[in-house]
């Protein structure tokens, strides 16, 4: 108790426990081997801090806490392992595997000029019979010019036969406007000869009132 007061030696508990994870990991999760770290022991609280090298590996870690704790507890002896307490992320650590994985330089192989072969007859000929039998096509110049009348012909005899229709002024109205308008026309006239037509016959009437009235005086006269 006096040495360990002073800090002469660690405690045995904890250090066992740094020292044995891998075997504590082993017994109780070997798929997280290699993946799992301790990375500090707290005998008085019995708290064991690890680190994953991945989020995945810490979400597995906090499944397999309790079968870790009960390794830990059993693997040294007065561990008293109580919690489990995951740490971040931490990279893992490069072995002897990780350096050999980076592949030594290679020497720089100097850049060698391609060399263009020269093709054989038979493509040469090819390539030459295909340029004789593709030659573009030479048009007779009388030929061109009979085309060119004949066109000229059949435009005019169509501007004859369809002709354009006049342009109309700025200042004509539209068909619509000109529909419109003759609407109205024909209604003004309609409402006028309605008017005429019956003011005649409220003259007619008005006449026939009168000399209805005329004569049926006139009989009393005479009675």
């Given at each position: 108790?006096?040495?360990?007061?002073r800090?002469?030696?660690?405690?045995?508990?904890?250090?066992?426990?740094?020292?044995?994870?891998?075997?504590?990991?082993?017994?109780?999760?070997?798929?997280?081997?290699?993946?799992?770290?301790?990375?500090?022991?707290?005998?008085?609280?019995?708290?064991?801090?690890?680190?994953p090298?991945?989020?995945?590996?810490?979400?597995?870690?906090?499944?397999?806490?309790?079968?870790?704790?009960?390794?830990?507890?059993?693997?040294?002896?007065?561990?008293?392992?109580?919690?489990?307490?995951?740490?971040?992320?931490?990279?893992?650590?490069?072995?002897?595997?990780?350096?050999?994985?980076?592949?030594?330089?290679q020497?720089?192989?100097?850049?060698?000029?391609?060399?263009?072969?020269?093709?054989?007859?038979?493509?040469?000929?090819?390539?030459?019979?295909?340029?004789?039998?593709?030659?573009?096509?030479?048009?007779?110049?009388?030929?061109?010019?009979?085309?060119?009348?004949?066109?000229?012909?059949?435009?005019?005899?169509?501007?004859?036969a369809?002709?354009?229709?006049?342009?109309?002024?700025?200042?004509?109205?539209?068909?619509?406007?000109?529909?419109?308008?003759?609407?109205?026309?024909?209604?003004?006239?309609?409402?006028?000869?309605?008017?005429?037509?019956?003011?005649?016959?409220?003259?007619?009437?008005?006449?026939?009132?009168?000399?209805?009235?005329?004569?049926?005086?006139?009989?009393?006269?005479?009675?």
């Amino acid at each position: 108790m006096m040495m360990t007061e002073r800090g002469m030696v660690a405690p045995a508990a904890g250090g066992s426990v740094l020292a044995q994870f891998d075997t504590i990991l082993a017994a109780a999760a070997p798929e997280l081997a290699g993946h799992v770290q301790a990375v500090g022991f707290d005998a008085d609280t019995g708290r064991l801090d690890v680190a994953p090298d991945a989020p995945a590996y810490g979400t597995q870690l906090r499944w397999k806490a309790p079968k870790l704790i009960a390794a830990a507890n059993e693997k040294v002896s007065g561990a008293n392992v109580r919690t489990v307490h995951v740490l971040a992320p931490a990279p893992a650590k490069a072995g002897p595997t990780t350096a050999a994985a980076d592949p030594a330089p290679q020497p720089a192989v100097p850049a060698v000029p391609v060399e263009r072969r020269t093709p054989p007859e038979g493509y040469r000929r090819a390539i030459e019979a295909h340029r004789q039998a593709a030659r573009p096509s030479r048009v007779d110049p009388a030929i061109a010019e009979a085309v060119e009348r004949q066109t000229a012909a059949m435009r005019a005899l169509s501007l004859r036969a369809f002709s354009e229709p006049e342009p109309e002024a700025d200042d004509q109205p539209a068909p619509i406007e000109q529909a419109r308008t003759e609407r109205r026309r024909q209604a003004d006239v309609s409402h006028a000869a309605a008017l005429r037509r019956a003011r005649a016959e409220r003259a007619a009437r008005e006449a026939g009132t009168a000399a209805a009235v005329r004569q049926t005086a006139s009989l009393g006269r005479t009675a």
